[in-house]
C-alpha cells in the first residue's frame, strides 16, 4: 500500500485546484498504488476496476473518467486502458514528481514550547 505515496500528495488539492472528488480518487490511486518501482509495476501503477472503485469509495464511473480525465490534462495521470500488461481494468499511473516536494520543504505544525512552571504565576506548594 502506498503511505509514500499519500504523503506525497499532501497539500496538492489548494495547489492543483482538485474538487472534492478529485482528490478523493487521487487519494485512492496513491493508497492502492505501489510505493517504489517493482518488477510487475512502477511506483503509482495501481488498477482497481471501477466495481472495486464504488465499492471502496463511493465514486460512480462516470465521476472516476471525469476525474481521470481532468488529472490527466494536469499531467499527473496515465491512464491505460484494460489489456496493459495483460490486466482485466484500466491501469493508473500517478506521475508524483509532477507535485512531490522534498520532504525539508513542506509546511511544518508550528512548534509550541510549554510554558515553565515558574512562569505560571502560581507560587510552588508549600509543605
Not at 45 to 59: D, N, S, Y
Request: include cysteine; glycine fraction near 8%.
Amino acid at each position: 500500500m502506498g503511505m509514500n505515496n499519500i504523503e506525497a500528495i499532501l497539500g496538492c488539492r489548494k495547489k492543483l485546484k482538485l474538487t472534492a472528488s478529485e482528490y478523493l480518487f487521487l487519494w485512492y490511486l496513491a493508497f492502492r498504488g505501489n510505493d517504489e518501482d517493482r518488477d510487475f509495476a512502477v511506483r503509482g501503477e495501481a488498477w482497481p476496476g471501477h466495481l472495486t472503485i464504488k465499492a471502496e469509495i463511493g465514486l460512480d464511473s462516470e465521476t472516476v473518467r471525469c476525474a481521470s480525465r481532468r488529472m490527466t490534462g494536469l499531467k499527473i495521470l496515465t491512464i491505460h486502458d484494460p489489456g496493459y500488461k495483460d490486466r482485466n481494468s484500466t491501469t493508473y499511473i500517478v506521475d508524483y514528481t509532477r507535485f512531490e516536494a522534498p520532504l525539508d520543504s513542506r509546511p511544518h505544525p508550528p512548534q509550541i514550547e510549554a510554558p515553565h512552571p515558574s512562569d505560571s504565576g502560581v507560587p510552588p506548594p508549600s509543605n
